[in-house]
């Protein structure tokens, strides 16, 4: 399959909100994959994803283009080829030999081409295409029933083995997708609710209220061969968590498959800055001095040869208590009052965590998608920032300034400090104004980045403050998204970077 073809059929996806024309599209274009060599490719390529993962491709790569080819001429496996040649590039010089590998793909590519691939590559390529519909387009294109390819995604953690198992054998080929122990599955997530009150007029009864912590999801899998530990993101970190494995021995259990969630906590059981959790289970080996984690269970997926996904929360979470101690355990309440839900809610927050997950007795683990048996709960973190620079977007958002620099203000200085970017959160509505407004208060424009004088106050929502080497602020904020302007203030009335600070509970970087 051409490169082009992939690149139509996304940019039709785009243009259209129809959930029922993008599944035709996408199932059109998957039909003409091959399913032994291209399938998995075209679809993690139509659902904006990398089989590579990371490649190490930013936006600095896509600085000076060269000029597009003339007639289309790249193929699938061709690109597939050159992104892992460019993901093996390491070592001295590492930087420039990737840039002229990028190069030398877009030199082939069309201006459609380059387009898709651009977005491709800088994680832009929204275009609605997301899991739910790509599964649809998957068994529509081969003809069997969408819920059989959902449960298969669900058992076998991704999409693109499904889509090469089912293209080539239709029906026969989803039966071999079962639970099995030691191949991990995607986890189960929760929709949102404001509040503890509105998550219980969702649910409408009594309710299991957990703890919601700012850790690493974990998905244990138990056999008489070892213990392995998974991320949400199916990557195996056993290796990284001796204490973690250690703790799991004594588990009266011959095979069993949990979720759970790992955090490193300080003495006093309050957590560390999600940094410290993060860089354990990034870090390979394990020096004496590191933070050790601690693991909270919530629930179980198999037992004892029993495959418990189906089951009601009420029959795994009973599973869970005769074969998990409580020090290994989430904490929860069980209860119909939201009044005592709330008092759970706010003594979690105090100390530390980041809310509660409201979960229907009833509801059985949906196991990669958004059920409605499972909602989050966490208060909202928003802060006043200044818009110090802009970036011009690319794919449906070329024309329009997309990406915000965001700055806090430094009453020592009288200047402003940076604290990250964010395209999340802009609609169609909010990208045009603020693209007006922003290009009135420019002073500089390289192509590129848009400077701008600093006058234009945004409110930004976050879910928390890291430690980051890439601002001159030394933190960013985790998950910043724009919830609206706020053109009734100066930027002499934007929050300080003290503020940011002490949400954070950090201390001022050396400079500041």
């Not at 994959?33 to 590579?52: F, H, M, N, R, W």
């Not at 759970?260 to 390979?284: N, W």
């Not at 997926?301 to 009973?318: F, I, N, V």
Request: charged share 25%; hydrophobic share 45%; net charge neutral.
């Amino acid at each position: 399959m051409q490169l082009t073809e992939i690149a139509r059929t996304s940019a039709a996806v785009a243009a259209t909100s129809s959930r029922k024309a993008k599944t035709d599209l996408l199932a059109g274009c998957l039909r003409g994959a091959d399913p032994g060599g291209e399938a998995a490719i075209v679809v993690a390529y139509l659902s904006g994803e990398l089989p590579q993962r990371q490649i190490g491709v930013g936006y600095a790569s896509f600085r000076d283009l060269p000029p597009p080819a003339a007639e289309p001429g790249l193929t699938v496996p061709e690109v597939h080829a050159a992104f892992s040649e460019i993901g093996a590039v390491s070592g001295k010089g590492s930087v420039t030999r990737r840039r002229d590998l990028v190069t030398a793909l877009m030199a082939r590519a069309t201006h459609a081409e380059q387009e898709f691939l651009i977005r491709l590559l800088s994680g832009e390529l929204r275009q609605g295409a997301l899991d739910g519909v790509m599964a649809e387009a998957i068994a529509k294109a081969a003809e069997v029933p969408a819920a059989d390819v959902r449960r298969a995604v669900m058992l076998r953690g991704s999409l693109g083995p499904v889509a090469t198992a089912v293209l080539a054998d239709g029906a026969a080929g989803l039966r071999a997708f079962t639970l099995e122990v030691g191949r991990p599955i995607k986890p189960m997530l929760a929709a949102s609710a404001p509040s503890v009150e509105e998550a219980y007029a969702k649910l409408d009864g009594e309710a299991a209220v957990e703890w919601k912590l700012d850790g690493i999801r974990a998905q244990i899998h138990m056999r008489p061969a070892g213990i392995s530990v998974f991320t949400r993101t199916l990557d195996d970190i056993t290796d990284r968590l001796p204490e973690v494995v250690e703790a799991l021995r004594g588990l009266p259990v011959r095979d069993a498959v949990f979720d759970g969630e790992l955090i490193a906590l300080r003495p006093d059981g309050s957590p560390h800055p999600f940094q410290v959790t993060a860089a354990r289970t990034a870090t390979r080996t394990r020096r004496a001095e590191s933070i050790p984690l601690s693991l909270f269970l919530f629930d179980v997926l198999h037992l004892d040869g029993d495959d418990l996904l189906d089951r009601p929360g009420t029959e795994r979470h009973a599973a869970l208590v005769r074969v998990v101690p409580e020090e290994l355990r989430m904490p929860r309440i069980v209860t119909a009052d939201p009044a005592e839900a709330t008092a759970f809610f706010t003594d979690a927050v105090a100390r530390g965590h980041e809310g509660v997950l409201v979960k229907s007795p009833g509801t059985a683990y949906t196991a990669g998608r958004r059920g409605a048996g499972w909602i989050k709960v966490k208060p909202r973190h928003t802060l006043d920032l200044v818009v110090l620079a802009v970036e011009w977007g690319h794919g449906r958002r070329r024309g329009l300034l997309s990406n915000l620099h965001l700055g806090a203000r430094d009453p020592e200085t009288g200047g402003f400090v940076m604290l990250g970017k964010t395209f999340k959160g802009l609609t169609d509505k909010l990208l045009a104004w603020q693209t007006e407004a922003l290009r009135a208060l420019a002073v500089s424009d390289d192509g590129w980045t848009v400077q701008v004088r600093p006058e234009l106050v945004v409110e930004i929502a976050f879910d928390g403050i890291q430690r980051s080497p890439r601002y001159p602020g030394g933190i960013a904020l985790r998950f910043a998204r724009v919830l609206r302007y706020r053109e009734d203030k100066t930027a002499s009335e934007a929050d300080t970077i003290q503020t940011v600070l002490s949400l954070g509970a950090l201390k001022a970087p050396e400079g500041l």
